[in-house]
C-alpha cells in the first residue's frame, strides 16, 4: 500500500489525493478510499442498495478522478457511520430494525472506471477554468428567489444564509 502524492486531473484542472493506492498480493492495483458518514447518508448505503453514484454523486466523481489520475480501474470505497453505537442504538429502538439489530460496521463498494463520465468531469473542469478568464460572472446556476410562489422555501436559495445579502446587495430574489 503507498500513500500517494497530490495528483493532478487532466494537465492541473484539479489536484486531489486518494487516501491510497493498493497492490494487494501483486494483483491489480485499486484506489483506497475511506470516508466516514453521518448515520442518516450510511442508511442510505446500506438499506437503500444504493451505489455510491446515486447516495454521493460528488463522492462518485472524486473516485473517477482519482482513477483517471492514477491510470488504474477500480477503487473500493469503504464507508463507516461517524459515530457507529449512537446509530446502532438508535436503529434497534425502531421497530422496523428491532432491539437485536446488529448495523454492518461499514460499507464496502467496488467503483470501475467510467470513461464517459471522467469526460463529462474534465469538460466541466475546462468550462470552469474557461469561466474564471472571463470578465464577467457566469450566469446564475438559480434564480436566486428564496420562497416560491406557494409559500415554500426553494432549493438552493431558501436555505442559503446569504440570502439577505443577495436580495440587498445585488437585487438577486427580487420577483419585479
Known amino acids: 500500500m503507498e500513500i500517494p502524492e497530490p495528483m493532478s486531473f487532466k494537465n492541473g484542472l484539479m489536484y486531489g489525493r486518494p487516501d491510497a493506492i493498493v497492490n494487494y498480493n501483486g494483483g491489480e492495483k485499486f484506489v483506497l478510499e475511506f470516508k466516514e458518514r453521518t448515520g442518516y447518508v450510511y442508511k442510505k448505503y446500506l438499506h437503500r442498495y444504493a451505489s455510491v453514484s446515486a ?6 466523481s472524486q473516485l473517477q478522478t482519482y482513477i483517471d489520475t492514477a491510470g488504474l480501474n477500480k477503487a473500493l470505497l469503504i464507508v463507516s457511520p461517524a459515530d457507529f453505537a449512537m446509530l446502532q442504538n438508535s436503529m434497534r429502538k425502531n421497530k422496523a430494525w428491532g432491539e437485536n439489530y446488529n448495523l454492518p460496521p461499514f460499507h464496502l463498494e467496488w467503483v470501475e472506471r467510467n470513461n464517459s463520465h471522467i469526460d463529462y468531469l474534465a469538460e466541466r473542469a475546462n468550462t470552469i477554468k474557461e469561466m474564471i478568464k472571463l470578465e464577467t460572472p457566469p450566469r446564475r446556476e438559480y434564480s436566486g428567489i428564496p420562497i416560491g ?9 431558501g436555505y442559503c444564509v446569504y440570502n439577505f445579502t443577495c436580495t440587498k ?6 420577483r419585479t
Open 149 to 157: 410562489l406557494n409559500g415554500k422555501k426553494t432549493f438552493p436559495c
Open 55 to 60: 447516495v454521493e454523486p460528488s463522492v462518485y
Open 169 to 174: 446587495e445585488y437585487g438577486f430574489g427580487n
